[in-house]
């Protein structure tokens, strides 16, 4: 799916998306010295829900305060900002939007202290980032980057090399998906997504301390799982544990929830999605679509 617009929000203007430009010496392109989000908004045939607004413009706060960069915008102009070019490009069916703060001065010195932060929000038309009925996923050689090396809490542009290291290795191995493991050999996350291996009906996913992205779909899995009086244990899971799992799935907003059927050519379960994964991707979906009404507070109308 070509990713377009006609509208981009750009340092608080809408801008023609012919016209949000960067120069070659912005610093964000040299040094990785950006932070961003990744945001669903899901078109019911009457209004496009954004799901977890708030909680992704918080984490966006949160991260480039990780990373030491000042915001030129409070939270509140960064929400108004999505729903802004939401409504500039009346989008009636399902988006991705991709805020981003990166470095903008152009200059070579590492001290980013007092240098310029710009701010874009780009939205479009977006469907499944992976294959949505089972995908195959390869345990890669490149390590999941040790919290005490980058803090890989925060949403950091330049930390990405790891998930780009590592989606390319799978792929190149046929897989469709990474799985990374951490500094102890304990597999904590997917390229761009937070693990739960399901054991003798009981979910088990990394805790948050372990090198990982505190991810807002896998907060609302966790909630899910918890209405459907599913047990849900935060704690390290091994290699050995993911191989003999009964279900195996992938949560993030980009791959919402997408079961992994066969790991490093084992196949997980009897190789089909498990029947807990199915419920709670199917709640999932309910959800962003404001179908359950206990969750409609996660959900921002854009209309
Ligand atoms: C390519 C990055 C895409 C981005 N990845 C989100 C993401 C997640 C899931 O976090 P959340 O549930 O808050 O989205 C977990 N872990 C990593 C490394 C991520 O990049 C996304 O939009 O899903």
Same mark, same amino acid.
């Given at each position: 799916? +070509?990713? %377009?617009?006609?509208?981009?929000?750009?340092?608080?203007?809408?801008?023609?998306?012919?016209?949000?430009?960067?120069?070659?010496?912005?610093?964000?392109?040299?040094?990785?010295?950006?932070?961003?989000?990744?945001?669903?908004?899901?078109? @019911?045939?009457?209004?496009?829900?954004?799901?977890?607004?708030?909680?992704?413009?918080?984490?966006?706060?949160? =991260?480039?305060?990780?990373?030491?960069?000042?915001?030129? /915008?409070?939270?509140?102009?960064?929400? @108004?900002?999505?729903?802004?070019?939401?409504?500039?490009?009346?989008?009636?069916?399902?988006?991705?939007?991709?805020?981003?703060?990166?470095? =903008?001065?152009?200059?070579?010195?590492?001290?980013?202290?007092?240098?310029?932060?710009?701010?874009?929000?780009?939205?479009?038309?977006?469907? +499944?980032?992976?294959?949505?009925?089972?995908?195959r996923a390869a345990i890669v050689t490149w390590r999941?980057?040790?919290?005490?090396?980058?803090?890989?809490?925060?949403?950091?542009?330049?930390?990405?090399?790891? =998930? *780009?290291l590592a989606l390319v290795e799978a792929r190149s191995?046929?897989?469709?998906?990474?799985?990374?493991? &951490?500094?102890?050999? /304990?597999?904590?996350?997917?390229?761009?997504?937070?693990?739960?291996?399901?054991?003798?009906?009981?979910?088990?996913?990394?805790?948050?301390?372990? =090198?990982?992205?505190?991810?807002?779909?896998?907060?609302?899995?966790?909630?899910?799982?918890?209405?459907?009086?599913?047990?849900?244990?935060?704690?390290?899971?091994?290699?050995?544990?993911?191989?003999?799992?009964?279900?195996?799935?992938?949560v993030g907003t980009a791959a919402e929830v997408t079961?992994?059927?066969?790991?490093?050519?084992?196949?997980?379960? &009897?190789?089909?999605?498990?029947?807990?994964?199915?419920?709670?991707?199917?709640?999932?979906?309910? *959800? *962003?679509?404001?179908?359950?009404?206990? %969750?409609?507070?996660?959900?921002?109308?854009?209309?």
């Amino acid at each position: 799916m +070509k990713i %377009y617009a006609q509208y981009v929000w750009l340092d608080g203007r809408i801008t023609k998306w012919e016209e949000a430009k960067v120069h070659v010496l912005t610093h964000a392109l040299h040094y990785g010295t950006s932070i961003f989000e990744g945001i669903r908004a899901y078109w @019911n045939g009457e209004n496009l829900y954004v799901f977890r607004l708030d909680d992704h413009v918080a984490r966006m706060f949160y =991260s480039a305060k990780i990373l030491g960069i000042k915001m030129p /915008y409070s939270q509140g102009e960064v929400r @108004n900002a999505v729903l802004e070019v939401l409504r500039a490009n009346s989008f009636k069916e399902d988006v991705y939007i991709r805020p981003v703060a990166y470095v =903008s001065t152009p200059t070579v010195t590492l001290d980013v202290r007092s240098l310029d932060v710009s701010v874009a929000v780009v939205a479009f038309p977006f469907g +499944k980032y992976l294959p949505p009925d089972g995908i195959r996923a390869a345990i890669v050689t490149w390590r999941r980057v040790h919290n005490t090396m980058l803090p890989v809490m925060a949403k950091i542009g330049g930390i990405y090399v790891n =998930s *780009v290291l590592a989606l390319v290795e799978a792929r190149s191995r046929g897989y469709d998906e990474a799985l990374l493991l &951490d500094a102890n050999g /304990y597999v904590v996350e997917g390229s761009g997504e937070n693990v739960f291996v399901v054991r003798r009906g009981k979910m088990y996913t990394p805790p948050v301390h372990s =090198s990982i992205l505190e991810g807002i779909t896998r907060d609302a899995i966790i909630t899910l799982a918890d209405d459907l009086k599913i047990p849900v244990a935060e704690k390290p899971v091994t290699r050995e544990e993911v191989y003999t799992a009964d279900e195996v799935f992938l949560v993030g907003t980009a791959a919402e929830v997408t079961p992994v059927v066969e790991v490093d050519g084992r196949a997980i379960g &009897d190789g089909r999605p498990g029947p807990i994964t199915t419920r709670l991707r199917e709640l999932y979906a309910r *959800v *962003v679509r404001g179908g359950v009404e206990k %969750y409609l507070h996660w959900l921002t109308p854009t209309y």
